[in-house]
Each structure stands twice: as structure tokens, then as C-alpha cells.
T-cell receptor
């Protein structure tokens, strides 16, 4: 397996624009996690899915953030409208069995909102 | 909810020295404690983990210890090498309902030749 695949690797957008980040988890994994990493706040869990169903979105900072998982092999994280404070590296991770098993991370999407 | 604190935030050692990173957690129900290594431009990668029924686990130059009474766990790297330079994250997870992994703030380890 190629591992968790995220796209794009880098995204630069203007404030107010819509941004969509994409993730393909490892085949067979039943959990998918979206994390945000910043210098100030470290690694924050935004939302996670189990069998394509959102379980806990309490980490989603605002209504501007939304995430979907239409099928077992694809998930999106959308920010609309984007703001400069959303600039961060966004990671997608997947695992088999939940938070107490190994999570495999993608290489991340570096988002810059200007 | 769970809160994980990690120290130090940065650690510089000479090649061949040992490095120790410490973490504390708040929720006594947590029972899974992984350590992740993040190299520049990459996502975190699991290097070792320990569960609450074990006090110590070793894998070559890396070891993790767990003290459930004190609610702290530590990563020990012996005979450090320049390729050990990276950011290391501890984490804790509860095994109740749908598990959620909470990360520490990270330790930047620099190993000088």
C-alpha cells in the first residue's frame, strides 16, 4: 500500500476563498483522523470518522470548517471562507481499530492563507 | 478530557549520548501510550508504544517506561545518532467507547556529530 495520500501538498490561497483538502486512507483502515499542526498549538485533532461516520468533531474550530467521508477511500476537509489564522499543516491519518492502535499519517498539506 | 504535557520542548545532545523525554497525562483511564517521530516535511510516524499492563518496553536503542501511579511515561534513546534528530511526540488514548488520541506538544531533539 502507498500509505495515506494527501493532496495538495501545498496550498496558497487568498483570505475568503474556499479551500478543500483531500485524503485517501490506507485500504482496510476503519478510522480516519484530521489533525492540524501549528507551532503554537501543536497537533490538534479536528475530527475523526469510524466506518465513514463522523464520531467526534469537537475539535473543529468553527463552522467555517467541515469534513466529509463519502466512502471508505476518500475524505475531504473544507474551509469556507478561509482566514489567515487557518494557515497550518493539516494531516490526515488512518488506523485499524481506533485511537489505541498505530495511526498512519500522510505527508500533510501546508496551507497558507494570505 | 485528557491532557498530555511533554518536556523538554527542545533537547540538544552529542552523538552517542542518551536522550530522555518525559510526558505526564491527566486521565487515569488512559491505557495506550505511543511515541511518534516527525522528520522535517513528513507526517509523524510511530516508533514505539506501551500499554498500561506493561511497565517498560524496549526496541533496540529505544525504550519507553510507564508509571501509572504517577501518570507519567518517558522515552529513552541510547547511543544517539544524527539521524535521531527530529521532533518527538508522546500521546495518550483512552479505551472507552470510540478512542481518541491526544498528543503532547512535542520535543525537538538535535543530535550533534
Amino acid at each position: 500500500d502507498a500509505g495515506v495520500i494527501q493532496s495538495p501538498r501545498h496550498e496558497v490561497t487568498e483570505m475568503g476563498q474556499e479551500v478543500t483538502l483531500r485524503c485517501k486512507p490506507i485500504s482496510g483502515h476503519d478510522y480516519l483522523f484530521w489533525y492540524r499542526q501549528t507551532m503554537m498549538r501543536g497537533l490538534e485533532l479536528l475530527i475523526y470518522f469510524n466506518n465513514n461516520v463522523p464520531i467526534d468533531d469537537s475539535g473543529m474550530p468553527e463552522d467555517r470548517f467541515s469534513a466529509k467521508m463519502p466512502n471508505a477511500s476518500f475524505s475531504t476537509l473544507k474551509i469556507q471562507p478561509s482566514e489567515p489564522r487557518d494557515s497550518a499543516v493539516y494531516f490526515c491519518a488512518s488506523s485499524y481499530g481506533g485511537g489505541n492502535t498505530e495511526a498512519f499519517f500522510g505527508q500533510g498539506t501546508r496551507l497558507t492563507v494570505v | 478530557g485528557e491532557n498530555v504535557e511533554q518536556h523538554p520542548s527542545t533537547l540538544s545532545v552529542q552523538e552517542g549520548d542518551s536522550a530522555v523525554i518525559k510526558c505526564t497525562y491527566s486521565d487515569s483511564a488512559s491505557n495506550y501510550f505511543p511515541w511518534y517521530k516527525q522528520e522535517l516535511g513528513k507526517g509523524p510516524q510511530l516508533i514505539i508504544d506501551i500499554r498500561s499492563n506493561v511497565g517498560e518496553k524496549k526496541d533496540q536503542r529505544i525504550a519507553v517506561t510507564l508509571n501509572k501511579t504517577a501518570k507519567h511515561f518517558s522515552l529513552h534513546i541510547t547511543e544517539t545518532q544524527p539521524e535521531d534528530s527530529a521532533v518527538y511526540f508522546c500521546a495518550a488514548s483512552m479505551n472507552t467507547g470510540f478512542q481518541k488520541l491526544v498528543f503532547g506538544t512535542g520535543t525537538r531533539l538535535l543530535v550533534s556529530p
